[in-house]
């Protein structure tokens, strides 16, 4: 069993910075796809970022492309989220979760049903 516990969130003007860090328990993190979503009241979860394992080859939705960083510190067993030039349409809870790794991560590393743990959210709220 995986914990994860998120932290970082905020309230921050439109073109401000947050960074978000994701800790989790597991000794093995190294193995582990880890992965931000979001979701906003009322609307489904979004795929917002992923890392795979020991490489770090990351992947990004599209809409936070070129502002948004996914990293990881596998010494601390942490990921964290690097967030800038923030807009309001990025107001949500954010999540962190964490999947088993496989070679073919790329295939599903956007899919929501494919993560086995998540943490409990941490809210973003972005003013304009």
């Known amino acids: 069993q995986v914990q994860l516990v998120e932290s970082g969130g905020g309230l921050v003007q439109a073109g401000g910075s947050l960074r978000l860090s994701c800790a989790a328990s597991?000794?093995?993190?190294?193995?582990?796809?880890m992965g931000w979503f979001r979701q906003a009241p009322g609307k489904e979860r979004k795929f917002v970022a992923a890392?795979?394992?020991?490489?770090?080859?990351?992947a990004y939705a599209d809409s936070v492309k070129g502002r948004f960083t996914i990293s990881r510190d596998n010494a601390n067993n942490t990921v964290y989220l690097q967030m800038n030039s923030l807009k309001p349409e990025d107001t949500a809870v954010y999540y962190c979760?964490?999947?088993?790794?496989?070679?073919?991560?790329?295939?599903?590393?956007?899919?929501?049903?494919?993560?086995?743990?998540w943490g409990q959210g941490t809210q973003v709220t972005v003013s304009s």
């Open positions: 979760a964490a999947a088993p790794y496989g070679s073919t991560w790329y295939n599903w590393y956007n899919k929501v049903h494919q993560y086995d743990y």
């Open positions: 597991e000794r093995t993190f190294s193995r582990y796809v």
């Open positions: 890392i795979s394992g020991s490489i770090g080859t990351t």
